[in-house]
């Protein structure tokens, strides 16, 4: 199994930015996929729940309405629509994918909300 996400970076306050992640080795259209992220001396916290066959989604209070969670199967991609950023959403951002029991994680993408 392996994650990879993408599409991190430095962006100003009210800015954008859409975070990937690359799935293989497992059967991604099974997989419940989510994202997460933590910050500097926090806990990891769960951010977005991205369903398997019906990509039902969910989301984190501090995210609605500015965080969009999709995915691709064909593709064997997950996304993360991020608009409207706050300094406050600055993390390293993780990609889960739960098969079955089974959980397991990207490496990260760090995510800089600063002017």
């Known amino acids: 199994v392996q994650l990879v996400e993408s599409g991190g970076g430095l962006v100003q306050p009210g800015g954008s930015l859409r975070l990937s992640c690359a799935a293989s080795?497992?059967?991604?259209?099974?997989?419940?996929m989510r994202w997460y992220r933590q910050a500097p001396g926090k806990e990891r916290e769960w951010v977005a729940y991205?369903?398997?066959?019906?990509?039902?989604?969910f989301y984190t209070d501090s995210v609605k309405g500015r965080f969009t969670g999709s995915r691709d199967n064909a593709k064997k991609m997950v996304y993360l629509q991020m608009t409207n950023l706050k300094p406050e959403d600055t993390a390293v951002y993780y990609c889960?994918?739960?098969?079955?029991?089974?959980?397991?994680w990207g490496q990260g993408t760090q995510v800089t909300v600063s002017s």
């Open positions: 080795g497992f059967t991604f259209s099974n997989a419940v």
């Open positions: 889960n994918a739960q098969i079955a029991t089974q959980n397991y």
């Open positions: 991205i369903g398997s066959f019906t990509a039902t989604t």
